[in-house]
């Protein structure tokens, strides 16, 4: 874990017990040690002893400092000085913005209450303390479907764990602002409990929103609010859009990985140089998540590296699975948040298939190495791989793209495809297969931008299997992992079990 | 500097600008008349750059400066430490002010524009303890929102000595200069043409009478409002004194199409020009009645509130002008309603009364 000082200079202040630390700290917790100091600065205490903060912050040579816990502003970020340092503030009061996030044990909560149905459109239990927030209960107190409870002070309601199992029954969660700003805690427990938060947009203390959401995280998917009115009429549409609350889900679970790899830069670790994708369509066995999660599970046997999951929209053809497919989504949404690491979800509205999946995230990865992986091809546990050995030979340019093969030898009727014998643990080969493999990206991006359209639906194999076999090996440089011995390093848990597997109508 | 609130008990904070434009004079007053212990000045150079600037105008020892606009909360908290009243000019800017006043017990003081009152529109915002009407424009209905107790007529002081050059100069005309010499200000170019100056360059070809029209803009105009009238001239840009632009005149055009505070005819009357203006509120309830023109309501417009806008006719307009050229009202009257109702000697203890 990363150096931490959680600053105090008045001897009768805590450094590290304030709810809004909580998210910071769960990040931080997943960073290694870095070339910076994490400093955090309880802000609104220590607002008059700015001079003996920055005689603190001079002991170390690089800092990254975090403003928290001050929503009146009463901290002059500004005025901190270090020669080296990175400021973040809550409620954009300077420096870069740092989001409030949830309140203590959220996560954990949340987590033993496990996934719920979304039996509830909407819930807000919470303070009636300014005239915004009485406005909005006066307009939810007629509508119906929800569960409204209006508490006389902060935390005074339900007790937190029935106050989170409200969330996590709802679709909607109105999320007014709070005394000064618009950030609240409820924000982020909306997110967490898959719900779909309604934010408020105005501060009770101005006349004009200054869109914070848009400056705290650039694009947003949930519906913000500046007149109260039109809170119900925002419920409703939620409650009519079945795939929202996953789509937002999808987001936020992003939004965490995009904070923490920030503050991974700003630290000066490493950039992972590897990414995960995994492309996941309808399957008989869905809502059941059991094929995925042994994938998963398999390929965190041999990498850390983020997954992203590119999680298609349904065609045409598997209409009546949609239900079971968003169900799907939903469970696999839970267990990205609450059990798997890095495992990110990138949600397609409509079918885009393997390829047009593909385009989209390869662009987006700047990572130089990608490991493909079907839903259902897990990689072998058992059996290692060396994948710095194989990430070199793809940067020296011995290969474009290592397969991991299907059965532990070359069978006989592929073996025309293979060009001489294994060298370096690696057979040169004419024969793409979808199989799980390992590419440089750049290789990869070029073949995305060369051979598929920019409307291409198809499954990637049934384009790139002949035009590797019709030209010669050094246009691809493909080859097989082929260490001494059994090279079995993927399995087929055949999750299509036996349906269709339209490949009619392809478009490349 | 002495304070001149009634009791030794009074500390009193302003927000200023020190900007050649209305609200950077009007500020300035109310810290001269108000003798204030703190003045948080708003340093607007990098937001109004086409103004004259006068950080000087205001004593470095009392004086907190801001280039943040509006104030930062912290900035907001050091300034009302140790106050016991705020004053400040059309709004708080920063509602966190009225907040952390109310939490510490001290008063805020809002000299506001009806059409600017963003209390008005946004019913969530903290409220000042009393607002101050400039005009009597609208105060009935401001009292209607706010309460009797929380709602004042009481207009920015002008002290006359600003003005005594200009006055001068203009009662020295009427006894020895022809043609008549009218002055019109266009202002800022805020909705509808604020200050009627399109109403006026059309009411100009029908005016018979010999005269001179000198349309002074701190602004550069559009091309709507160029004129080929031989007896008009424009004068655009920053004066050094704002009684300059009062000087050598006999009186003040201003068809202005609503209501609400206008500093210019306020200064025009203290520097002895009687003003033409339509026959609106609030021009009608201080104004002579022959200084009035008819004027008719032409649709609203959405500001703070929804703001009537009027228009006079330009034949009736002309026609007005044609009489003043022939005979033009008394400067004494303007003067007097200007002192009387403007002169900080005047309206000095209006003012020491709201911190009793």
Known sequence: ?508 | MKSSTPTSSIKLGIICFANSGGLGIQTRRLAELLKPDKILLIDSRGFSPNKQHHLEWYPPEKTQVTTSFPPRNYEILQFIKGLTHVFTCENPYNFYLVLACQRLGIKVICQTNYEFCENLDSPHLPVPDLFLMPSHWMVDEMKARFGEDRVLYLPPPIDPEEFEKAREENFWRELYYQPVRFLHIVGTLAWQDRNGTLDLLASLPFVKGNFKLVIKSQHELPLEYACSDPRVTFEIGNVEKNSDLYFNFDALILPRRYGGLSLSTNEAMISALPVLMPDISPNNKWLPKEWLVPATKKGEFRARAMIEYFQVDPQVLAKKIDEWIDDLPSKYEACHIGFSNFSSKTIKSDYEEIFI
């Not at chain 1, 339900?158 to 679709?171: Q, S, V, W």
């Not at chain 1, 999951?309 to 948040?337: P, S």
């Open chain 1, 1 to 508: 874990m990363c150096k931490i000082v959680n600053l105090t200079v008045k001897k009768e202040l805590e450094g590290n017990s304030y709810w809004d630390q909580t998210f910071l700290n769960e990040v931080l917790a997943d960073l290694p040690d870095g070339d910076r100091t994490v400093v955090i600065i309880p802000g609104a205490y220590q607002a008059d002893v700015i001079p003996e903060i920055n005689a603190r912050l001079a002991k170390y040579p690089k800092v990254c400092v975090f403003v928290t816990s001050d929503e009146e502003n009463k901290f002059q970020v500004g005025l901190l000085k270090h020669p080296d340092m990175k400021v973040y503030s809550q409620y954009g009061y300077g420096g870069y913005m740092w989001p409030l996030g949830y309140a203590i044990n959220t996560r954990q909560t949340l987590k033993e209450i496990g996934l719920l149905d979304k039996d509830l459109d909407w819930t807000f239990i919470g303070q009636n303390n300014h005239y915004r927030r009485e406005k909005l209960a006066l307009e939810l107190s007629t509508l119906k479907g929800g569960y409204l409870q209006t508490t006389g002070g902060f935390s005074q309601g339900l007790d937190r764990k029935e106050y989170l199992t409200f969330l996590a029954r709802a679709k909607a969660a109105p999320a007014p602002a709070g005394a000064v700003a618009v950030d609240s805690f409820r924000m982020y427990e909306a997110l967490e409990a898959g719900c779909v938060p309604i934010a408020d947009n105005l501060s009770p203390l101005k006349s004009a929103s200054d869109n914070y959401w848009n400056a705290l995280f650039g694009s947003i998917p949930f519906p913000t609010y500046v007149h109260h009115e039109l809170v119900p009429g925002l419920i409703k549409e939620v409650v009519q859009s079945p795939d929202l609350n996953n789509q937002v889900f999808a987001w936020w679970i992003n939004k965490k990985h995009q904070f923490k790899e920030q503050l991974r830069s700003d630290l000066g670790l490493p950039a992972t140089d590897m990414a995960v994708i995994i492309p996941v369509s309808p399957i008989p066995s869905h809502p059941d998540t059991s094929i995925i999660e042994e994938t998963i599970r398999t390929i965190r046997v041999h990498t850390d590296a983020p997954i992203f999951i590119t999680i298609d929209g349904v065609r045409e053809e598997q209409a009546h699975m949609t239900d079971a497919y968003r169900e799907f989504i939903r469970q696999l949404l839970w267990k990205c948040n609450f059990e798997f690491k890095d495992v990110l979800p990138v949600l397609f509205n409509k079918h885009s298939h393997q390829s047009g999946m593909m385009k989209v995230v390869v662009k987006q990865i700047t990572v130089p190495y990608l490991l493909y992986v079907e839903a259902d091809t897990p990689l072998t546990p058992d059996c290692p791989i060396d994948f710095p050995k194989l990430k070199k030979a793809i940067s020296d340019g011995e290969t474009n793209l290592v397969r991991f093969h299907f059965e532990a030898f070359v069978p006989e009727p592929h073996k025309h495809l293979m060009i001489g014998e294994p060298e370096n643990e690696l057979q040169k080969t004419t024969q793409w297969s979808q199989r799980p493999h390992l590419a440089s990206t750049n290789y990869y991006r070029n073949i995305m931008d060369t051979f598929f359209s920019e409307e291409s639906n198809t499954f990637i194999e049934d384009r790139m299997h002949g035009i590797c076999q019709s030209n010669p090996w050094e246009d691809h440089k493909i080859t097989i992992y082929h260490p001494e011995g059994n090279i079995k390093r993927s399995y087929h848990l055949d999750g299509r079990a036996g349906n269709e597997k339209f490949d009619t109508n392809l478009i490349y």
